[in-house]
Each structure stands twice: as structure tokens, then as C-alpha cells.
């Protein structure tokens, strides 16, 4: 793997040649043990009917009904710089930390926390240079640093969070969403869906009624009613579904200005 940043491709757009008959989404449908040279971890393809897809990589067995999670408990803990760097560098030497050993470039698509003075700055990974285990190695970040690092400063580093998906009955951390196929094992590539049309195991709770319009994820990566995984009755006149966040103001206020999430 080389350094650089997320794709993304739209599917169907003016432009791209697909099949005269149908566009031809097959390397969604795809695992393997060795990545494919045209994707990274993280890279997205987006359907013209709103299906969105990441490349990942298995840390377990998965099905295609039930959801997967993010693993990744952080690659360096807070750890104090001992190398400078200047206002707006974009490559800075992590300090030696317990860490495991990381491949050229395996950090790619993953994140640095800076603190420095008072101001903390994050930034995206674009690379790195390949190390053993709990020693110093340098990072190459998606944009230039605004504030000096010194040896005041700290850092927090996580790796791409797409290389540690799993399927388990343990809710640690977020669903990422559904692989597109079945993966056999750990260390499979393959296509996670995070948005659009799809189908997930559902729970009983998941009835034709208004209180089962919304639903929650359980620990498996089923589907549970929101007014049964919030404990809540629903109100006659409302629908157990999350339309959005107010961006600005309220009923009482300006607006709202309303974020919708489909």
C-alpha cells in the first residue's frame, strides 16, 4: 500500500462506462484474502439508489444479516512528543509507545489526535513509515499542522478503523454496517454497507406498527424496535423514527434549521 486518501466513486454517473445492459457492481460482491490494488481500506462506492459502500477487513467470520462493528481500540496511547515539529508540517514523528509492529503505510486512513498547549488539532493519515514494535516512527498527515508541535505536546493515534471489523454479541463500540457477502474468516477484504435499502434480521419487536418504524441495533447486529431498546411508550400522534437534528434555533426560537437524515 502506498500514502494517500480515501476514494470515492459514484456508480452510474454520467461518464462512467458500464455494461450497455446493466452496470456492473460484481467486486462488491467479492471477499479476498490479498486487497485489491485498485481499493483501500475506507474507500467508498456510492449506488445511484443511495446504497453506500466501505472497503474493510475482517477480523472474524461474518454473515450478510447482521450488522458488523468497529474493533479498534487505538493503535498509540497519549503519549508525550519528544521530536518537534513546525507550524504546518505535515509529517510529524510519533514517540516511542507501546505499540504493535505497523507495515508501511498501514495507517493509512487512520487518525492523529495532537494536543498541544491548550489547542488540539486532528488530523487524517495519508501514511507512514514501516516500524517494529514500541518505537518511534514518522507520520504523514491530510493537512499541515496550525499550531508548533514541541515536547509539550502529545498524541493520540488511531488506525484505519475499516481494518478491525468484526461480528460478535459484544456492543463495544459503533456498527459500521452489513458485509455485502458472507466473509469465511479473519483477514477477509470485502464491501460493508453503511447506507441505503437492505435487509437485516429483525427482531419480534419489529412489528408493522408505528412503534417499529425506528429501530436499534443489539449487541448481535439485529434489528430491535426503538421504543422496545429505549424502554419508552410512543405518544398516539408520533413515529418511533429519528428524522434528524436541529442544526440552529427551535420551535420557540429562529427556525429550526433541521438536518434530515434519511
Not at 13 to 25: F, K, L, N, W
Not at 76 to 100: R, S
Not at 166 to 180: F, I
Request: hydrophobic share 40%.
Amino acid at each position: 500500500m502506498s500514502k494517500g486518501k480515501a476514494i470515492v466513486k459514484y456508480g452510474g454517473r454520467t461518464g462512467i462506462v458500464y455494461s450497455r445492459t446493466a452496470p456492473d457492481y460484481s467486486f462488491i460482491y467479492e471477499t479476498s484474502t490479498v486487497k485489491n490494488p485498485e481499493w483501500n481500506l475506507g474507500d467508498k462506492v456510492e449506488l445511484p439508489d443511495g446504497r453506500v459502500f466501505r472497503y474493510g477487513l475482517s477480523t472474524t467470520a461474518m454473515i450478510t444479516t447482521l450488522a458488523c462493528k468497529f474493533t479498534d481500540l487505538g493503535t498509540v496511547p497519549y503519549t508525550a512528543f519528544t521530536t518537534a515539529a513546525a507550524l504546518d508540517a505535515t509529517e510529524i514523528t510519533c514517540p516511542a509507545a507501546t505499540h504493535v509492529l505497523q507495515a508501511k503505510d498501514q495507517l493509512r486512513g487512520g487518525y492523529v489526535t495532537i494536543f498541544t498547549g491548550g489547542v488540539t488539532e486532528f488530523r487524517g493519515i495519508v501514511g507512514n513509515d514501516a516500524t517494529a514494535a514500541d518505537v518511534a516512527f514518522k507520520i504523514y498527515l491530510d493537512g499541515p499542522l496550525k499550531v508548533a508541535v514541541t515536547t509539550s505536546s502529545a498524541i493520540e493515534v488511531y488506525g484505519n478503523p475499516y481494518r478491525f471489523l468484526a461480528q460478535n454479541n459484544t456492543q463495544t463500540l459503533g456498527v459500521v454496517g452489513a458485509p455485502a457477502v458472507a466473509v469465511s474468516a479473519a483477514a477477509m477484504y470485502f464491501w460493508v454497507q453503511t447506507n441505503g435499502p437492505i435487509f437485516l434480521n429483525p427482531q419480534s419487536t419489529m412489528t408493522a406498527s408505528k412503534e417499529a418504524v425506528g429501530a436499534c441495533f443489539r449487541a448481535d447486529g439485529s434489528l430491535e424496535a426503538l421504543a422496545t431498546a429505549l424502554a419508552v411508550t410512543i405518544p398516539t400522534h408520533d413515529i418511533a423514527q429519528v428524522a434528524g437534528y436541529r442544526m440552529a434555533g427551535s420551535y420557540t426560537g429562529n427556525g429550526p434549521l433541521f438536518m434530515l437524515q434519511g
